[in-house]
């Protein structure tokens, strides 16, 4: 059975084959599905500054798929972060707030996109596998936690009465990291058959195939839904 460590190193090696133009767009999907995950959450668990990056995200939809005009957001975007509080070299005693995932999604999407980093993609596609280990830890500690209040401590502790792990909890973290890597691979394969077309699409593309692109990659691309 492959795991999902061997997903990611066949990721890192179709994304280093991919073209800049390709990784972009792949780069702001994921961005995307980020945001999207942060714009559901209940009003008070959201992070604001993620939110006032919405702006900047739909700017590099557009410029991902061909509208050159959206240069000029992006590049402010990125310089009023770089002239934040936000970006600072204090680590754990500075601000957080570029540090949540969908920020720093778009954060490092926007440097991919003005810089042709690829490393910068690799990030976006971490933080996305780092999110969904960190939603798979909150559910269990919440429901931990409801195990608590029903009184079943060995439940809570995840264990049968001779410490073993209870039954289907070990493949549990796999199966949720293996299926975000497969996601991402899906998204690229997607992204690969429209390759010739995003070819310099960062330089611009005329109307008609930015349209087309638009409706052949931002909808399946942008999708928070279960794959089968």
């Not at 005693?93 to 720093?104: L, Q, S, T, Y």
């Amino acid at each position: 059975m492959t795991t999902w460590q061997e997903w990611e190193a066949e990721l890192a090696g179709r994304l280093a084959a991919a073209s800049p133009d390709e990784r972009v767009v792949f780069a702001v999907g994921v961005a995307e599905r980020l945001m999207r995950a942060q714009e559901a959450l209940p009003a008070h668990e959201q992070a604001e500054y993620a939110l006032d990056l919405r702006p900047m995200l739909n700017a590099l939809w557009e410029a991902a798929l061909g509208n050159a005009s959206a240069f000029g957001e992006i590049k402010h975007g990125l310089g009023e972060y770089l002239l934040s509080e936000y970006c600072h070299n204090d680590g754990q005693h500075g601000p957080g707030d570029a540090d949540e995932p969908a920020a720093a999604a778009v954060l490092h999407t926007a440097v991919a996109y003005l810089f042709g980093a690829g490393e910068s993609v690799s990030a976006v596609s971490s933080r996305a596998v780092e999110a969904a280990d960190a939603r798979l830890n909150a559910d269990a500690r919440l429901d931990r936690g409801g195990r608590v209040d029903a009184g079943d401590s060995k439940a809570a502790d995840g264990k049968a009465a001779d410490g073993k792990a209870a039954d289907g909890d070990a493949a549990v973290p796999d199966e949720v990291l293996t299926a975000e890597v497969r996601r991402q691979l899906r998204d690229l394969a997607l992204i690969g058959q429209h390759g010739a077309s995003l070819r310099h699409a960062r330089l611009g593309l005329d109307i008609d195939t930015s349209a087309r692109l638009h409706r052949a990659l931002r909808v399946p691309l942008s999708s928070v839904e279960a794959d089968a």
